[in-house]
């Protein structure tokens, strides 16, 4: 009878008494996550009680196992899993009270500061530190592991002295690895571009949507994801439109006829604007920039607050300065000029003797409208 008591009073016992320290700790955080809304460390700090249970279970399982006398030709394999799950355990916790404790000071900082761009710098810094917390903590965990094996600690002598050779040969093998490495800690840090930022790389305009230690992906406009490393951001130029803040500026280019109202598609373009919810308010105005021997040039500025407005406040005034002019002054549209052919000497029957026949204007539409 005592054999078969004394194991399950020992495994029973212990996980008994987990589930009543980590139901106990878990009722503490709720308590204490209601009586202090204003910060939510405790409510992320319940997101580890799996890995603490764990934790617990595998420690007093791990110290009670020789007393239970179970399994005694398995003992070392047995304590040695216990050992390996409370390893793993212990490093899953770590990550879980290292998230909440940075998760908790980034949303002080985010309800301290208004200001996006700085919002969005600390974001980025906050993810990447994440990751490489994370990537520590596992490398460490997976050293103490291999280091539960007695052959692993014998080789230790024989892998340090070879240490020099394979830290050469890793460096060398892994080079664009650690590049892209030590390019995001340098965009983390440096606040090159950040979570959120409006950028356009290779042609494509986009938001950034994730940032990692080896990767960057920009969302564009229609939905697509664009991966690529981030040691492009350090070794070849890109456009930030949200570098130093989002309000941004828009050009729309007009071409018209040499008779259009410059004065009337300026004060159009004020009354088209008010009508846009998009335009910030800030600024706009229409010149004349260039001409040609058929058309001018009119460009229009336009102001907005931020990447998403300047493209919507762009396409409505250009959509509703072409109806406006294209119903009150057709005219102005641009024309195209043509010519009859020109025949060889001596074969024309028409015209002076030397075969000029006069150049007209054919299709132009009537001076007609208003303006």
Not at 240 to 252: A, D, K, L, Y
Not at 293 to 300: D, E, F, K, L, Y
Not at 306 to 333: G, N, Q, S
Request: charge should be positive; hydrophobic fraction near 45%; glycine fraction near 8%.
């Amino acid at each position: 009878m005592e054999n078969v008591l004394r194991p399950v009073i020992v495994v029973g016992g212990s996980v008994v008494l987990t589930l009543l320290i980590g139901g106990a700790t878990d009722l503490l955080l709720r308590k204490a996550n209601g009586g202090h809304p204003e910060t939510p460390l405790w409510g992320l700090l319940r997101r580890g009680r799996i890995p603490y249970q764990l934790v617990l279970c595998a420690a007093l399982l791990r110290g009670s196992y020789d007393e239970a006398k179970l399994l005694q030709a398995h003992r070392v394999g047995i304590g040695r899993t216990l050992t390996l799950v409370l390893i793993g355990s212990a490093a899953w916790l770590v990550i879980r009270i290292a998230a909440a404790i940075v998760e908790t000071s980034y949303s002080r900082y985010a309800r301290a500061h208004r200001d996006p761009a700085r919002v969005r710098r600390v974001r980025t810094q906050v993810s990447l530190i994440m990751r490489v917390v994370a990537a520590v903590v596992g490398v460490v965990a997976v050293a103490a592991m291999l280091l539960t094996f007695p052959a692993m600690r014998a080789a230790g002598a024989s892998l340090l002295a070879s240490a020099g050779i394979l830290g050469i040969v890793a460096g060398v093998a892994a080079q664009s690895t650690l590049a892209n490495l030590f390019a995001g800690l340098q965009i983390a840090f440096g606040d090159m571009v950040r979570l959120g930022d409006t950028v356009v790389v290779d042609g494509e305009w986009g938001t950034v949507d994730e940032i990692t230690l080896t990767f960057l992906t920009v969302r564009t406009w229609d939905e697509r994801r664009i991966t690529m490393p981030v040691s492009y951001f350090t070794s070849k130029p890109f456009e930030n439109w949200s570098r130093g803040g989002v309000q941004m500026t828009g050009i729309v280019f007009f071409h018209v006829d040499h008779s259009a109202p410059v004065e009337a598609m300026r004060e159009r373009l004020r009354d088209i604007l008010r009508e846009c919810p998009a335009w910030d308010g800030r600024d706009y105005g229409l010149a004349v920039t260039d001409t040609t021997p058929n058309t001018m040039q009119v460009r229009a500025l336009v102001t907005a607050k931020d990447a998403d407005d300047i493209w919507t406040v762009r396409v409505t005034v250009r959509e509703r300065m072409i109806r406006w002019l294209a119903e009150e002054h057709p005219y102005a549209l641009p024309r195209v000029n043509t010519a009859e052919a020109m025949p060889p000497p001596g074969r024309n029957g028409h015209g002076s003797p030397d075969g000029h026949v006069p150049r007209v204007r054919a299709h132009e539409p009537p001076r007609t409208g208003r303006g």
